[in-house]
Every structure is written in structure tokens, then in C-alpha cells.
């Protein structure tokens, strides 16, 4: 009789692991299924996450084709050989510095062109040749007086309507109405380029030279010189008041409402358009303390109001990044809190802090509507000499050639916003090469 219990048990058993194992087989059928839909998920995931950045990449890489496609001719200019004779008898009858410099330039075109008579015609062969070819002339006698009473080779710049012809941006199959060189002036065009007078050559008038109404004559150092001063400004200023401001709020300041309502406030203050910075700026600095206006000086005090949430920010979380073993450590071995601060976490917090004041400062530096509400706006031909000179920036001075007519200033909009890149593209590797140099991980 125990013999057939026992059996009867271990059928049981038997049917029992049996059951819990076909159960188990189940959950784990289950489970396989719901980690081979996870896995399958994730890699969906990480697909549409590689599709973001290559369409991202894409799209940045077309924005750089294009701007670059219309920027890199203005790195060249159109010159015309003129044989030009300093005639001693107009150069002398006022200062070297006020002579008329245009006449002897007409001279010449007349020279080369004698079958030119009429006004009308005359004026239209005056007109292939860069109102700024005088200028030349006089800077060439001042630096050499002994030319006077010679006849001298002298590439002067073309007009910007011939520069754009010569670059292929004017279409010589147009009837004469719908461009802006007529059939006589490419006539004299193609003499040119026949006896080996017309040549395109590196435009080292777009680097060296101020604002101006030819195109031809405008360059970008004047707004260059404005935007380092202004940001010279913007960095004596906004990076020892950041960084003492983060270190008073976050090592120093007591936790209470009026702290939190700073920080709430600073925190605020980072996502304020710029251009409310540039009516404060306008109220504040022009209209009540009556600083010059359009000069780097106003510029720099405007966008430090503006970068200064940005560094503060950053350098808050560059000290909350500093292990708490540090400043117990320091204090452990008698440091007072001011030498705890000082010699130890503010040298580990550094390289954060710096970061965030770069990328700050190349924001600062591709800002316009701040810069327009306090005159920056203004037509400036002279290069800066100080940080009240009247001035503009490279971003406004971009938004001004931007609302020209003429051809010649959409090459060089786009290479002003080539030039801009190169800088904010620069600042922002070595804000990522100042991190991974100094950074230290715990």
C-alpha cells in the first residue's frame, strides 16, 4: 500500500515540475518576445537618432554651400591697367593732398579712348572706373612724390558693374535695357581684355579698409575693429562680475527668499530678448548719462547686461561641479572659508567658467538689435581708433550691405557672414579645447 503512495507522489511531482516547467517555457517565451521588441525599439531609436543628426549636418553643410558659393568672389576685384601721366601742372596747383586726382584719371580714359566726345559718352567711360581710383592716386604721390611728371602702370579698381561682368554675374546676351553696362561700354570692355588690361586679382581692399557707398571700396576692418572693441569692453566687464557674482551666490550667500528670487531673476534674465538689453541700453547709458553714441564703449555696457545671466549661469554649475571633499578637506586642514573658495575650488572651476564667458562672448559678438537701438546702425567710413569712435560691428555691418541693391554687396554679405563664422566657429573650439585641456573628472 506505501509502495503504490509513493508511486502515486512521484506522479504528482513529476506532473507538477511538468506544469512549472511548461509555465516557465511560457514566461520565458514572454520575455524573449518583450526583450526582442525593446532591441528592436532601440535601434529604431538609435536609426531615427543618426537620421536627426545627418539631416541636421545636411542641412548645415547646404547653408555653408551656399553662402560660401556667393561669398568667394568677393575675395577678388577687377583691376584696370591705366597708363596714368602725373601732369605736374594739375598736381601743383593745390596741395598734393587735394588735387584733382579724378582728372587725372578722366585724362587718362580719355587718352586711350580719343573717338569718346560726347558728354553722354564720356560720362559712361568715366563710369567703368572706381570712384575710389583718385584716392589711390593720391596715397601712390604722397608715398612718392617723384612720380609727379611721369607716366606710370597703375591697376586701378573697376566699377562694380564691370567686376560683375568680368566675374559672369551680368549676362551679355540681355538687350541693352535690361542691364546696366550698354553695347559702347562693353565695346571699350573688350578692348581691355584684348590688350591684357582687365585682370581679377585677391581683394585686399575687403580686409584693410572701412565701410563704404561703392562696393567695390567697402571692406569689413572698420566693423572689425568696432566688434573687438566692443567685445574688449564686453569682457573687462561681464567676467570678473559673473564669476564674483556666482561665487557670492553659490559659496557665500545664505538660502533664503531674497537669494531664491535672485536666482529665479538671473535665471529670467537669460531668456530676455536682446533687444529689450538695447532699449535699456538706450534709456540708460545715452539718454540719462549721456555716453557717446554708436561707440564701442555703449556697445560693450549693453552686451554685458545681456551676457552676464549666460556666465553667471555657467559658472554656478562649474562650482556646483567641484566634489564637496574638496571644501571639506581644505576647511579640515584650517583654511578659512575665503581661502577655501580661492585656493581650491575656484582653480577647479575655472576651466567651466571659462566655457561659459566664451560661448557668452560669442554670442555677444553675432548680436545686431542691441547694437541698432544704440546708433551702431550709423554709416562709418573711418576705422576706429578708441572705444568712443564712432563705429559699427561686423553683424550690423552685414544687416546694412544686406539692404543694398546692388549685386556687388550680396557677395560681400556673404563673405562678412564667412568672416563671422570663422570667428563664432573659432570661440566656440576654444571654449571645447580650454574644457577638455583643464577639465577634471571625478
Same mark, same amino acid.
Given at each position: ?64 554651400? +551656399? ?5 568667394? $568672389? ?25 588735387? #584733382? ?53 597703375? @591697376?586701378?579698381? *573697376?566699377?562694380?558693374? &564691370? ?6 554675374? %551680368? ?7 535690361? =542691364? ?7 565695346? @571699350?570692355?573688350?578692348? @581691355?581684355?584684348?590688350? #591684357? ?20 571700396? *567697402? ?36 538660502? #533664503? ?10 535665471? #529670467?534674465?537669460? *531668456?530676455?530678448?536682446?533687444? &529689450? ?16 553714441? $554708436? ?21 554656478? +554649475? ?26 581650491? &575650488? ?54 546694412? @550691405? ?9 557677395? =560681400? ?15 566656440? *573650439?576654444?571654449?571645447? %579645447? ?6 577634471? =573628472?571625478?
Amino acid at each position: 500500500m506505501w509502495c503504490a503512495n509513493i508511486v502515486s507522489s512521484m506522479n504528482n511531482t513529476n506532473t507538477v515540475k511538468s506544469k512549472s516547467f511548461k509555465k516557465n517555457e511560457r514566461t520565458l517565451d514572454i520575455v524573449n518576445r518583450g526583450l526582442a521588441r525593446r532591441y528592436r525599439a532601440e535601434k529604431r531609436f538609435r536609426f531615427y537618432g543618426l537620421l536627426a543628426i545627418a539631416v541636421s549636418l545636411i542641412f548645415l553643410c547646404l547653408l555653408f554651400i +551656399s553662402i560660401g558659393a556667393k561669398g568667394y $568672389s568677393a575675395l577678388f576685384q577687377t583691376f584696370i591697367k591705366l597708363d596714368v601721366f602725373f601732369d605736374p601742372e594739375i598736381l601743383r596747383q593745390e596741395s598734393l593732398a587735394t588735387a #584733382n586726382y579724378q582728372g587725372l584719371v578722366k585724362k587718362t580714359l580719355r587718352d586711350m579712348f580719343p573717338d569718346v566726345k560726347g558728354r553722354r559718352d564720356k560720362r559712361m567711360l568715366y563710369g567703368l572706373v572706381s570712384s575710389g581710383a583718385s584716392f589711390q592716386l593720391r596715397d601712390m604721390v604722397l608715398k612718392q612724390p617723384d612720380v609727379i611728371g611721369r607716366t606710370q602702370a597703375v @591697376w586701378i579698381p *573697376a566699377d562694380d558693374d &564691370v567686376d560683375m561682368l568680368i566675374k559672369g554675374h %551680368i549676362d551679355r546676351e540681355v538687350e541693352e535695357g535690361g =542691364r546696366r553696362l550698354k553695347d559702347k561700354q562693353l565695346v @571699350w570692355i573688350d578692348q @581691355w581684355s584684348a590688350e #591684357n588690361r582687365i585682370e581679377k586679382k585677391f581683394n585686399k581692399t575687403f580686409f584693410t579698409t572701412g565701410d563704404s557707398r561703392e562696393p567695390e571700396s *567697402a571692406g569689413i576692418w572698420g566693423a572689425t575693429v568696432g566688434s573687438i572693441f566692443t567685445l574688449l569692453i564686453t569682457l573687462m566687464l561681464s567676467f570678473p562680475i559673473g564669476v564674483a557674482t556666482a561665487v557670492y551666490l553659490e559659496e557665500f550667500a545664505p538660502k #533664503n527668499r531674497w537669494t531664491d528670487l535672485i536666482e529665479v531673476n538671473i535665471n #529670467n534674465l537669460a *531668456a530676455v530678448p536682446s533687444i &529689450v538689453f538695447g532699449l535699456l541700453g538706450l534709456a540708460v547709458f545715452l539718454n540719462f548719462f549721456g555716453l557717446p553714441r $554708436s561707440a564701442p564703449l555703449v556697445g560693450g555696457l549693453v552686451l554685458t547686461l545681456m551676457t552676464l545671466p549666460t556666465i553667471i549661469i555657467a559658472s554656478r +554649475s562649474a562650482l556646483k561641479s567641484v566634489p564637496p571633499s574638496i571644501r571639506e578637506a581644505a576647511l579640515g586642514v584650517g583654511a578659512s572659508k575665503m581661502q577655501m573658495v580661492a585656493h581650491h &575650488v575656484l582653480p577647479l572651476a575655472i576651466p567651466g567658467m571659462l566655457t561659459g564667458t566664451i560661448i557668452g562672448m560669442a554670442r555677444a559678438l553675432g548680436e545686431t538689435a542691441p547694437l541698432l537701438m544704440i546708433g551702431m546702425v550709423a554709416f562709418i567710413v573711418d576705422i576706429p581708433a578708441g572705444f568712443t569712435d564712432p563705429s559699427t560691428a561686423l553683424p550690423v555691418q552685414i544687416f546694412l @550691405w544686406a539692404d543694398s541693391p546692388e549685386r556687388a554687396f550680396v557677395e =560681400r554679405t556673404s563673405a562678412a557672414i564667412l568672416v563671422l563664422l570663422a570667428f563664432l566657429i573659432t570661440m566656440n *573650439a576654444a571654449a571645447v %579645447i580650454l574644457r577638455r585641456k583643464f577639465e577634471r =573628472r571625478w
